[in-house]
């Protein structure tokens, strides 16, 4: 047993990276960054991977057609609701998103970009927002970020917002205009109640709870969207990055947009628009109009699927062994087509990987049907 | 006229009369207060001495037809066996019912006066059918609504304890942050409705407690629960509580 | 985890379940033409529901096809050049294992994958470390075949070679009542095993009622199996299911001591013919796409490096262990587990490390040895003083990674309150 493996070497590196962690101070940061995933990769050891494989099972992403006959034009990952909680109380998370991280660094070949769905910190504290950016800077490829209602409640972003930016953005990527809103907005709900930005930070991370209010993108980003959106071409396809889903799936666990109608009539007068969304944690589709909606995976835990309001189109992913903290949970890829359709490549840990591609929705699930779950949630 | 009618106008005046005339009366005696009528109607109480009801567009010292008689008698009968549902009071309709066929006060008990085609008259114990004796003199059962309020209450409470404890990583021991609700919000996903059944996490049959206590150990990573603790038994409550008419299917995955 | 406060309520429900069970069992075999098949007491702690689900009806072993299959269990002769039988690499003496960590055939040429023992082997769903014969019967036709086993090249060969030795025509004859064919040798052969169940463990009497039965530590231990162990989700045990093994298959990271999976498993898939189980027998057996385990045969990514959890009864004499018989001791097993195994794309999610300190270990390891069948109780003796002889060299021992000091390799619960043992379902008893 003397010889190390690949695995095992990377491995080490990646505890080394992680040991660094625990101290987490800008300056042992940038030292460790040598070690990095990313570093390493760029000395040539080529990271094995699960997401690699996929071409090797014929399970092509954003081609035109399905068996992997047509290439994407360009693809583009995703990491989404890590919630962090600072690594001392808990590295059960840590270690899920830092799986991811090797995930989309071990990409071959790498995408355009990474997308971070929202959700990045637990309870919005300092210490797990930079935690979570300290990890998401070794992620080779550019990231592009999107905030989340446990990013943001406890202090209403602003250290969100020091390190990320505006939480609403847009930019153009070969031919597809990108733009990302701020869609966990919520009408005010605790000055009333006298709640401390703590409390209203466990409110909004409590799903069941019923006191925070409904999701809502707001007025003043519905006027921001439509006016981003003024200068797009009808037939430019349009990808809307959304924490909340952009339509109305569950109130009462804010699987929900209230002001979802809106803002689909702002999208309406485009050809082609895709919904890339977190906040659900669970492999989910859905097409309404012109709009085909995707729900990314989470890293840190699944939601079983709420008792009523889920969308026909959605393939159920099976329901998650607790016994194996990665169930149920992972990252993954959308492939863009040259029309701008989106596949999308679900990257279930521990599972086969699940693609639903753009020809299903489009078709109201006529085709390409994803594979079918054996355990339903009831 | 019929008896009923007859029974009608004695007991209407006397009950107008009875009511004005207590509220007149001197005070040694209970009163029994009358609201105001907002439209200035006739109020009508009913001996108990707490049941009121108006008779609408009856003003005080006009006569009220019998169907608004009748109505306002039934009201407060009706009222008065809402708040006293042990009662034993005869059901007066059904004696309605007999007398209408106009058989004998007795009613008929024999078939052979009778023609083919009339309706048989119930015979005479027919009022007890329609709101039947329920049986006395035992304990179990014998419940008011005010025992089932507090049962309600304290059933309620012990469910609410744990929801509390379901959805905070620090009452369930949790050493990780990690709470019930964040993979079965709303007890989701829980289906306590299948147990007893094979867990495939420990390989055997277990009953809800048993994969209550391996959660808390394996995704929550607190100690497991003993078997008399009473933060088990809430937490069995609140989820079996969130199954409420979901029907018994043990053993199914 | 599950508080039977008493052993006389489950026991007398086992039993009656038992009963039930052997009373169908029977019904089924009333038919057989031979000596019935079913016996008449199954030791204790074999599962009377899991051998009729196991012996599927019509194949029940009579004893006449059990006798011919324990001869060509142990007849050199079925081997190319004389020198190899089952019995070689599966010693009946020695728990049915060779005691290698690899199999060696004809003309000394090693194999991939270490033996697996035949006790029990009746009860397994699938047969193989990446369960690629369905049945005990296809399972005794492919080491025959195999190139580096025991190297004959085709059915017919077999079949010529044992129509040549008339103590096999006479009593094929006898016992199928035609000519023999390869097919008859691997149903001789399966009868012949389905006669090799074994329990009466230390361990059976204890979860039947026999509290004295096995020793404070290993008690210990058991606690610790279903506890922070974390082993029986995997090596499920149950009444019903006695045998230690959920009979999936789990990549515990064995295979990532050797190996690059990506290109390895990229290569597989242009190779691999699906249902050709020659050709994955002889992939398995010869080259390193053995290390691929389950995926060789089902093509999942997720099977990637997946082995089939073997049975833990009698362990304690059939090391060495795991699939290429990489670990020497039971201890060397628990380090493995203690760390989360070895990490790598495809580690079963369920793997974490334990933080188990030594002593823990130790009665881990002591209910290990109280799961061995009476029968071997001298040689499990001797064993397990071999293994506690080689304590000292703890090669996959990482307690640093174990006790979470390096690395994130999983998280803990809390120690459960050890003055109260039912507060940590140590009284975990039969269903």
Known sequence: ?378 | MSRTSKVLLVSLPLLVLGGVTIARSGSQTPQHQLPESRDGNVVVGLCDGKTTAEIPGVKPGETPTREQAQAVSDTLMAEWRRKNPDAHWDDPSVKLAQAETGGAPGGAATGSEAPSGAAQPPPPHAPDAAAPETQEGHTYGAFTDRDQQIWQAATDRFVAEGKRIFHSADLLGGTIGVSCDMCHPDAANTHPETYPKFQVQFGRVALLRDMINWCIENPVRGKPLHDDDDRLKALEAYIIASRKGVPLDYGKH | MTRGRSGSPMLLGATVLAVAALALVRAASAAAADSPAPPAKLPLGVSPVLYEISVPAGSEPTSDKAKLGEKLFNDKRLSLDGTVACATCHLPDKGFVDHKPQAVGIKQQRGQRNSPTVLNAMFNATQFWDGRAPSLEEQAKLPILNPIEMGQKSPDDVVAKLRGLPEYTEQFQKVFGHDLTYDDVAAAIAAFERTQYSASSPFDRFIHGDERAIDASARRGWSLFNGKGRCNNCHAFSIVNPNFTDQKFHNIGIAAHKTDFISLARKASNVVRGGDLKQIDELAIETDFSELGRFLVTKHVNDIGGFKTPTLRNIAVTGPYMHDGSLTTLWDVMDHYNKGGVQNPYLDGGMQRLGLTEPEIDDMVAFLASLTDERYAAFAKQEMERQRGQKDRRPERDTAAAMGKKGNFGDLAPNPDLKDPAKIGVLVRGF
């Open chain 1, 1 to 378: 047993m003397g010889v190390k493996s690949i695995e095992t070497r990377h491995h080490e590196e990646r505890d080394a990276f992680f040991a660094g962690l625990r101290r987490l101070s800008r300056r042992s940061f940038v030292k460790l960054a040598g070690i990095s995933a990313g570093a390493a990769l760029a000395r040539g050891v080529v990271w094995p991977h699960g997401f690699q494989l996929v071409e090797v099972a014929g399970a092509d992403v954003g081609g035109a057609e399905p068996g992997g006959k047509g290439r994407p034009s360009f693809t583009f990952a995703y990491i989404s609701d890590t919630h962090l909680y600072p690594r001392k109380l808990n590295d059960r998370f840590v270690r899920a998103i830092l799986k991811a991280v090797d995930d989309v660094n071990s990409l071959d070949p790498q995408p355009d970009f990474v997308f971070f769905g929202g959700d990045l910190a637990q309870l919005g504290q300092t210490d797990e927002l930079d935690l979570g950016n300290e990890i998401l800077k070794t992620i080779k490829a550019p990231v592009k970020m999107m905030v989340g209602e446990h990013d943001w409640f406890f202090d209403m972003g602003e250290h969100w917002r020091g390190l990320f930016g505006p939480p609403q953005y847009s930019f153009d990527h070969k031919g597809v205009h990108f733009v990302t809103i701020m869609s966990v907005q919520e009408k005010d709900f605790w000055t009333a109640r006298g709640m401390t930005p703590m409390q209203r930070m466990l409110t909004v991370a409590g799903l069941d709870n019923g006191l925070q209010s409904r999701f809502e993108v707001g007025e003043e980003g519905r006027r921001w969207l439509e006016d981003d959106l003024k200068k797009v071409d009808p037939k430019t396809p349009v990808v809307v990055f959304s924490h909340s889903p952009l339509y109305k799936y569950y109130r009462a666990w804010n699987f929900w947009t209230e002001d979802a109608d809106e803002v689909q009539a702002i999208l309406k007068r485009f050809d082609t628009v895709t919904v890339i969304h977190g906040h659900t944690h669970q492999l989910l589709t859905n097409h309404i109009g012109n709009i085909s909606f995707h729900g990314m995976l989470s890293t840190a835990w699944p939601w079983p699927y709420a008792p009523e309001g889920l969308p026909k189109l959605t393939v159920q992913m099976n329901r998650a062994d607790p016994f194996n903290q990665f169930d149920g949970c992972g990252d993954g890829t959308f492939g863009v087509s040259e029309g701008g359709l989106v596949d999308a490549l679900y990257n279930l840990w521990d599972r086969n990987p699940v693609t639903v591609r753009a020809s299903y929705v489009t078709s109201n699930g006529a085709k390409d049907a994803p594979p079918a779950t054996k355990l339903a949630s009831y």
